[in-house]
C-alpha cells in the first residue's frame, strides 16, 4: 500500500511530465476571454450547464452541434432538447440554458463578458452566477445600492450552475486561477491523498469552501498551482487534458 509521500510524490512526477500541456491548455482559456466573443464565452457556461453527470468531451460535442445549427443563441427549449441527447436530463438542461441566455441579453445583445467583467474577483463572480448576488459589494456602509447593483439585480442566479459549475465555467474563460472544481474526478484523489476523509453525496456552500480551502493548502504544499492541478487530476483519471 502506497504511503501519503508517494502518492503525492507521483502527483508531482505526472505534474512535471505533463505541465507544458497544461500550460498550454490555460493559456487558451486565458485568450478566450480576453479574445472571444459574446456568444463564445456564452457556450463555455452551456458547456457547464449540461456537464453535470454527463461525460465533458460529449458535452462539448452537444455545444459545437449547438453553434453549427445556430441555436445557441435562437433555439427554443424543444429545438436545443433534440440535439443534446449526449447529455443526461436534456429537457431540463435545455431550459435552462434557455433562461440563461435571457439574463445575459440586454437591448437585444448578448452582454455575459461585460457582466462579468464588474466583479472585482472571480469568488465574487461565482458567487453572483450561483446566487445572483454578491456579498462583498451588494451595499455601500450606508446602505446603499452601489454602482454593482445593475449586475446585482439582473439576475437571481443562473439555473443548474452551483459552485461546481460556477468554478468550471471561470475556469474555462481564464479567470478560475485560485478556485476548486469538485467534481468526482477532483474528489477521488483529494480522497486518496489524504486532503479530505470522505466524499460527500452532496455538498454545501460551506463545505464546498472548506474543501476548496484544503486543495489550495495542498496545492502550496505540492508546489503545484491551483488550476494546474485540477487539469493534473483531471489527466490522471482520464488520460487527456481537457476542459
Given at each position: 500500500m502506497h504511503s501519503q509521500k508517494e502518492k503525492i510524490k507521483t502527483i508531482q512526477?505526472?505534474?512535471?511530465?505533463?505541465?507544458?500541456?497544461?500550460?498550454?491548455r490555460l493559456s487558451e482559456f486565458n485568450r478566450l476571454f480576453k479574445e472571444g466573443t459574446d456568444e463564445d464565452i456564452f457556450a463555455e457556461l452551456v458547456f457547464c450547464i449540461l456537464t453535470p453527470q454527463s461525460k465533458a468531451q460529449s458535452c462539448w460535442e452537444c455545444v459545437e452541434i449547438l453553434k453549427k445549427d445556430k441555436l445557441l443563441l435562437k433555439g427554443t427549449p424543444k429545438e436545443i432538447a433534440k440535439k443534446i441527447n449526449k447529455?443526461?436530463?436534456?429537457?431540463?438542461?435545455a431550459k435552462y440554458i434557455v433562461e440563461a441566455r435571457r439574463k445575459f441579453i440586454k437591448n437585444g445583445k448578448l452582454n455575459i463578458k461585460s457582466q462579468i467583467s464588474q466583479f472585482e474577483s472571480t469568488q465574487e463572480a461565482r458567487e453572483w452566477l450561483v446566487n445572483g448576488t454578491c456579498p462583498v459589494r451588494d451595499r455601500s456602509p450606508s446602505g446603499d445600492r452601489t454602482e454593482m447593483s445593475e449586475a446585482i439585480l439582473i439576475s437571481n442566479g443562473v439555473k443548474g450552475i452551483?459552485?461546481?459549475?460556477?468554478?468550471?465555467?471561470?475556469?474555462n474563460i481564464g479567470l478560475g486561477e485560485n478556485i476548486a472544481i469538485l467534481d468526482r474526478h477532483i474528489l477521488r484523489n483529494l480522497k486518496e491523498l489524504g486532503v479530505i476523509k470522505e466524499i460527500l453525496s452532496s455538498i454545501s456552500k460551506k463545505k464546498y469552501l472548506e474543501i476548496e480551502g484544503k486543495m489550495k493548502e495542498f496545492s502550496v504544499s505540492a508546489n503545484i498551482p491551483m488550476d494546474h492541478l485540477d487539469l493534473v487530476f483531471w489527466y490522471k483519471e482520464t488520460g487527456e487534458v481537457f476542459k
Open positions: 512526477r505526472l505534474y512535471s511530465d505533463i505541465s507544458k500541456d497544461i500550460t498550454s447529455a443526461r436530463f436534456k429537457n431540463n438542461k452551483g459552485y461546481k459549475e460556477a468554478s468550471h465555467f471561470l475556469r
